[in-house]
């Protein structure tokens, strides 16, 4: 198969790269530079969009990009970044891939969709919550699938990926290595979470399948953050008796802090595991043990 993908030099789109091309996949990357090899062509969502010899042959393109939401505080004009960073290049690579006929189109997405779940369990079947990252992942939706005709569309409503090398662990680790770390409000908020591993293997997963629509890629393992907390603790050997109260996360970390960190999300993989997919982690310490390795 042969595959365009946007956002490759990410996380979590580097990683998907390496493992399709080891399973045998032809992979072209879209980056937003010059081209610097045969396997790259350039392209700008606010200037030539994408070239049409990118996508020649091609079977299918996952769009991976996107101004991380945990970089910094929702000032209103990084709100703006978040959202300039997603729904136009989505809207431009959603019409690329229509015009060129391309069968399969596999964008990002995320479990901020939900909003405040509270102790109920968010399916994909089920409406947005309330708040910025609702509204955000509600219009990058809709910038994915407006137009699509005959297109397979997959969208990848991604929990807080846990992975060795940067995303949540990476702020959290020094925290805790410090013996700082412990729960944050009530500590009984539920945390959802995937493992990179997992989270490329569903890709890839979804990649070969006929599924279409919303896909929760998010472990069914999801716990309250207490538990989390204590998991970190038991994993880095450090103690985890501190707690942070809910005014002091808001106080520091404000928006972000409150819709990331204190909103409950109890998210269930529903569409993967009904298809089949199995997780290489599906418990906390299972991911936790992988990534301190």
Do not use: C
């Amino acid at each position: 198969m042969r595959v365009a993908v946007a956002g490759s030099q990410g996380l979590i789109g580097s990683a998907v790269v390496s493992a399709l091309r080891d399973a045998g996949h032809s992979v072209v990357r879209l980056v937003r530079r010059e081209a610097l090899s045969d396997d790259e062509f350039s392209w700008d969502p606010e200037t030539f969009g994408v070239p049409d010899e990118s996508l020649e042959g091609v079977d299918a393109v996952i769009s991976l990009g996107g101004v991380g939401v945990a970089n910094q505080r929702w000032t209103g004009r990084f709100k703006q970044e978040l959202r300039d960073s997603r729904i136009t290049p989505t809207e431009v690579l959603a019409d690329a891939v229509t015009r060129a006929g391309v069968p399969t189109f596999i964008s990002a997405s995320a479990t901020g969709y939900y909003g405040n779940t509270g102790s109920d369990v968010a399916t994909e079947t089920d409406s947005a919550g309330e708040g910025f990252l609702a509204g955000l992942v509600t219009d990058w939706e809709r910038a994915a699938t407006a137009g699509a005709g005959g297109t397979r569309v997959v969208l990848l409503r991604t929990a807080p990926v846990l992975s060795r090398k940067g995303g949540l662990l990476s702020r959290l680790r020094p925290v805790f290595w410090l013996g700082l770390g412990g729960a944050i409000g009530d500590g009984k908020q539920y945390f959802s979470w995937i493992s990179l591993p997992d989270e490329v293997r569903a890709i890839a997963f979804l990649l070969e399948s006929s599924i279409s629509g919303p896909v929760n890629l998010s472990s069914p393992g999801a716990l309250p953050f207490g538990e989390f907390a204590d998991a970190m603790g038991r994993a880095m050997h450090r103690p985890t008796i501190l707690k942070v109260p809910a005014f002091a996360a808001k106080a520091v970390g404000g928006e972000m802090a409150e819709e990331m960190i204190l909103f409950s999300q109890r998210v269930a993989p529903g569409v993967l595991t009904d298809n089949g997919f199995t997780f290489d982690h599906p418990g906390i310490d299972d991911a936790l043990g992988y990534v301190n390795a």
